[in-house]
């Protein structure tokens, strides 16, 4: 008895891709979705005149449908190029949001039909060698899929052979590759090399299911695997009626008891309901689905898993500490472990090399509350929160901690048209934003790079292209929407939790996860936008000249430059940025000018564009850093000719290789210091240097820039010293904030990213 292998119990449809009509297949899977079956199935018979295509059918109801899983049943793998399928499921599983699986079969029974044919250019295949070929072929998929690999994917079988093939792309998930048949050959591979087996119930001879997963399962071991990592798949058909006629027909009480031995005793993991009779499939999802899951809970020692289980392989890279196994239902399906495939997307962020032990990925509040909730379990580890992956200080990820990721939190809402008042989920990118502002005619003033996430920018200030016009981005912000330590979801603003809304600006990534914040906008229209670049021969001169320049404009125009190390033979060249929110070329140019004038210039661009424009400045790959960051950063009032001298001798130095400094001051200055966490309105510029060794950077920064720095914006910092922490806030501001840390996060759950330490001395005795 090969009894159950423990995976969750999943229910399907087997729908025939019929083309008379075209939507009927359409229709039954969103049918399918809606009555919460988890997987969809279409035949896969390539020498069936009445079919649609297959693999083209996957593609259109996966855009059609949101949830539900798809796959092939089963894909005539003959038919296709081993190392084109993989791309298709890749692609089609980025596509459709992780829900491609592959069930793969030799083909049609039929010796002279497509498939046979097909095989081997046109010779048949005998069995033997047919399986031999989907052997070779799950070979192939797996090299094609495994995109973390960087080389390309050789591979000399005796069917297939790829001479330097290119992978990926890497799918969203991992898909599992079943195989359909019978034949013992085929159920000997599934042992050896499948994640599930695929077959068609006999009812005459329900049996048989007993013997195949002998035979699965003896391969397995025999290949040093464990049978249990095999899910088994069933497709069955029936009938209901009103008094019980045999099996599968009958009520669906009858359909139960038949199914549940299949369950218990066979180890079925999915039972795929052959029809395209709407009734059918209701009835099965409504009385058969879920009385067999209880029934299957019951007759079992222990209840079946509500979520998906890992393999061998993925288990055997798990971490240390963490309780894998008890990952709240509401976000294990989409958890990333190290040894998942999709992992070399989430592990670093932008600029630090990561590897955490556990990424979870909630939706909503509640599943951030969830994740919380496992965090403090683990509150021996790092823990990270990750909205665009930007953070300069890295700490949105760790090694062998978690990362809470509240990326897939990123929707862009118009709340009030009147009030200029949109809501924005922390996992929005501010190229996002400004494309979705644009067509209002309006903007958000943020970064300067579109691909920063809004979680993190809009937690600790948001110095962007419109700084010295509109202010801060935290000075638009009207209320967010987060989850605190213990769980609590909680509303902050002027008027709700006012303190903790206090806090958050500047200060946000010590009280909670923001899963939603409401700003107030700016009309914006067409925009001025300069790029210089300028002669640095005269680093010191060049930096008072251009701050001056910048402090005398009016403040539509906001401007940064990036200075570098010297370059052996070549000319020192600064890059002068600057934006004006004007669109009249009058205007733009007036204020351009002295910002041109500070030096000689090599080359200069002026266009008239929108803000979105500028801000599409981000590609969407997956951020593959490696390594730590190594920065220094302040804030200063005014670029005076001591603080230039000492900036010219720290680039002179040739240990920064990134010197960047961005003006603030205007609309910046108008907010009391003490409206919000934020307090250092009285600076004009921010300074960051970015070097590639610790000590020599941290040495000269404090050597020569220091004592001419007033405060500092964490968002640049990478030195996590407690010292930091001080510059960021001044005294008294620093003190309200022991006092809210100690109110809202009195144990420190958010502590890896300059940690306030809570202030025990304001605790009340209850
Ligand atoms: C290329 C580049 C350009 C930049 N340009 C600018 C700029 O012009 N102006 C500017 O002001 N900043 C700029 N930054 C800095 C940027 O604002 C910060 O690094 C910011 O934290 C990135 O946000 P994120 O969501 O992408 O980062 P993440 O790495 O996801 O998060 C960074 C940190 O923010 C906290 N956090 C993230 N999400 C949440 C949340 N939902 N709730 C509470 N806390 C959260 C966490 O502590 C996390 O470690 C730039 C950064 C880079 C890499």
């Not at 049609?108 to 039909?113: L, T």
């Not at 495994?146 to 690999?149: K, L, N, R, T």
């Given at each position: 008895m090969s009894g159950n292998y423990g995976h969750r119990l999943e229910f399907g449809t087997l729908v025939t891709p019929v083309?008379?009509?075209?939507?009927t297949p359409v229709a039954l899977a969103r049918r399918s979705e809606a009555l919460g079956y988890d997987l969809v199935t279409f035949v896969d018979d390539p020498d069936q005149p009445a079919h649609l295509d297959t693999w083209t059918l996957l593609a259109w109801v996966a855009g059609r449908t949101d949830r539900i899983h798809l796959a092939a049943n089963v894909l005539t793998v003959p038919l296709r190029s081993p190392a084109v399928i993989a791309r298709s499921a890749a692609s089609l599983d980025l596509l459709s949001g992780g829900r491609l699986e592959l069930a793969l079969g030799t083909g049609?029974?039929?010796?002279?039909?497509l498939a046979a044919v097909a095989a081997r250019g046109g010779a048949r295949l005998d069995p033997r060698a047919a399986v031999d070929a989907l052997g070779e072929s799950i070979d192939v998929v797996r090299a094609v899929l495994?995109?973390?690999?960087p080389d390309p994917v050789r591979y000399d079988g005796e069917h297939h052979r790829l001479d330097g093939a290119p992978r990926g792309p890497l799918p969203a998930h991992h898909i599992p590759i079943w195989l359909g048949g019978t034949d013992p050959r085929l159920l000997r591979l599934v042992g050896a090399k499948a994640d599930g087996w695929l077959a068609t119930l006999d009812p005459a001879d329900p049996d048989a299911v007993r013997t195949s997963n002998k035979i699965i399962d003896e391969a397995a071991r025999a290949a040093g695997r464990d049978p249990a990592e095999i899910r088994r798949l069933l497709n069955v058909s029936g009938r209901f009626s009103a008094t019980r006629q045999g099996f599968l027909n009958g009520p669906a009480a009858g359909w139960v008891e038949d199914l549940l031995p299949l369950v218990v005793e066979n180890g079925v993991g999915t039972i795929i309901l052959t029809t395209d009779d709407v009734a059918t499939m209701e009835r099965f999802a409504r009385e058969v689905a879920p009385a067999l899951r209880e029934a299957a809970d019951r007759a079992l020692p222990a209840p079946l898993p509500r979520t998906a289980q890992r393999g061998v392989a993925v288990r055997a890279k798990r971490r240390p500490g963490i309780a894998y196994d008890e990952v709240p239902a509401s976000l294990a399906d989409r958890a990333v472990e190290p040894g998942d495939v999709d992992y070399a997307r989430v592990k670093s962020n932008y600029l630090r090399g990561g590897a955490p032990g556990l990424v979870l990925r909630p939706r909503t509040p509640a599943e951030v509350a969830d994740a919380l909730t496992f965090a403090r379990a683990h509150r021996h580890l790092p823990l990270g929160i990750r909205s665009g992956g930007h953070g300069i200080s890295g700490r949105s990820t760790n090694d062998g901690g978690i990362v809470i990721d509240v990326g897939g939190i990123n929707g862009i809402e118009v709340l009030d048209e009147d009030a200029r008042l949109v809501r924005i989920g922390p996992g929005a990118r501010w190229m996002d934003v400004a494309a979705a502002l644009a067509p209002h005619g309006w903007a958000l003033t943020s970064g300067d790079y579109g691909g920063v996430g809004v979680g993190g920018l809009a937690t600790a200030g948001g110095v962007g292209w419109l700084a010295r016009k509109h202010g801060l981005t935290i000075d638009h912000l009207r209320a967010v929407e987060m989850v605190l330590a213990d769980g609590r979801v909680v509303r902050a603003s002027e008027t709700e939790n006012a303190d903790l809304f206090w806090a958050v600006r500047g200060a946000g990534a010590n009280f909670g996860v923001v899963t939603a914040f409401e700003f107030e906008v700016d009309e914006v229209g067409p925009v001025g936008w300069a790029q210089f670049a300028l002669d640095a021969g005269d680093p010191a001169g060049l930096l008072t000249r251009w701050g001056a320049a910048v402090e005398a404009a009016p403040r539509d125009l906001t401007s940064a430059m990036i200075m570098g190390p010297p370059r052996l033979g070549q000319p020192a060249v600064a890059q002068v940025m600057a934006m004006v929110d004007s669109d009249d070329p009058a205007t733009i140019v007036a204020q351009l000018q002295p910002v041109a004038d500070v030096a000689p210039g090599y080359d200069q661009q002026v266009v008239i564009t929108s803000y979105a424009s500028v801000m599409a400045n981000a590609s969407d790959a997956p951020h593959q850093a490696q390594g730590e960051p190594i920065s220094r950063t302040g804030l200063i009032e005014h670029l005076t000719p001591e603080f230039a001298a000492a900036a010219a001798r720290l680039l002179a130095s040739g240990v920064v290789y990134f010197f960047h400094i961005r003006s603030i001051g205007g609309a910046v200055t108008d907010i009391d210091p003490d409206a919000m966490a934020w307090s250092h309105r009285n600076a004009n510029f921010h300074v960051t240097a970015f070097g590639r060794h610790r000590a020599r950077l941290d040495a000269l920064w404090d050597g020569l820039l220091a004592e001419h720095l007033r405060g500092t914006y964490l968002s640049f910092e990478t030195d996590l010293r407690p010292e930091r922490l001080a510059e960021a806030f001044p005294p008294r501001t620093l003190a309200r904030l022991r006092t809210l840390k100690e109110r809202y996060d009195p144990d420190g759950l958010f502590r890896d990213n300059f940690a306030i330490t809570p202030d025990t001395a304001s605790r009340t005795t209850p």
């Open positions: 083309n008379a009509s075209p939507d049609g029974r039929d010796p002279d039909g495994d995109a973390g690999d």
